[in-house]
Structures are given as structure tokens and as C-alpha cells.
Nanobody, 125 residues
Framework: VQLQASGGGLVQAGGSLRLSCAASGRTFSNYAMGWFRQAPGKEREFVAAITWSGGMAYYAVSVKGRFTISRDNAKNTVYLQMNSLKPEDTAVYFC???????????????????WGQGTLVTVSS
């Protein structure tokens, strides 16, 4: 699976952005999708994930209620709608794909086989 993330940029605190991740190469609906982020000097951390059907979504505590993950299997694309952005959300955001993982593992970056190149989100105060 090839993944191409886009939609990052510079936004003021309190603003919104929508990230997209377009997939190609395999049957997209067979893959759970995740978003992770990595801030300068920090480890990569889980942000959100969605099952292959879109029936279940999981969120990090830090983004729950502000971010929404969704997918359109007809368009082979997963989205991350980010609202009420904070300066601490500043990071490079990566999308990732995993083939039918156990849902309980979807917050773990190690279960994702394919990664996009990342898109930078900068939130100014």
C-alpha cells in the first residue's frame, strides 16, 4: 500500500485543519488506518485509528473530542478533521495502514505495515 498524506499547514490556535491520506496499490477496505504524530525531539505517538469498515474509531486522550477520523473506501482515502487546535498539536502527522489488525492493537504503531511520508501541522499561539 502506498500512502500519500496532505493537508498540513500553519494555523492559529483554535483553528481547524483537515488532513487527507490517499492510498493506492492494495484493497483499501482490507486495511485499518491510523494517524500518528511526531513533534520535534519527541517520540511518535498515536493520534487516531479507524477499522477497515469505518465502524469503530479510537482516539488518544489528548485529541478526543477535538479530532475526528473518517474514511471513504470508495475514494481510498482516510481523513483526520482537527478542530480547536492547540500549539501542542504541532507535529508531523503520519498516516499508516495495517491489514486486518486486532482492534485492541490499533493504537500501537508497531502493527502498522505501511506509512505515508508525513505532513507538517504547525499551530501558532
Amino acid at each position: 500500500v502506498q500512502l500519500q498524506a496532505s493537508g498540513g499547514g500553519l494555523v492559529q490556535a483554535g483553528g481547524s485543519l483537515r488532513l487527507s491520506c490517499a492510498a493506492s496499490g492494495r484493497t483499501f477496505s482490507n486495511y485499518a488506518m491510523g494517524w500518528f504524530r511526531q513533534a520535534p525531539g519527541k517520540e511518535r505517538e498515536f493520534v487516531a485509528a479507524i477499522t477497515w469498515s469505518g465502524g469503530m474509531a479510537y482516539y488518544a486522550v489528548s485529541v478526543k473530542g477535538r479530532f475526528t477520523i473518517s474514511r471513504d473506501n470508495a475514494k481510498n482515502t482516510v481523513y483526520l478533521q482537527m478542530n480547536s487546535l492547540k500549539p501542542e498539536d504541532t507535529a508531523v502527522y503520519f498516516c499508516a495502514a495495517s491489514h486486518f489488525p486486532p482492534p485492541a492493537t490499533m493504537t500501537q504503531h508497531g502493527i502498522y505495515n505501511y506509512w505515508g511520508q508525513g505532513t507538517l501541522v504547525t499551530v501558532s499561539s
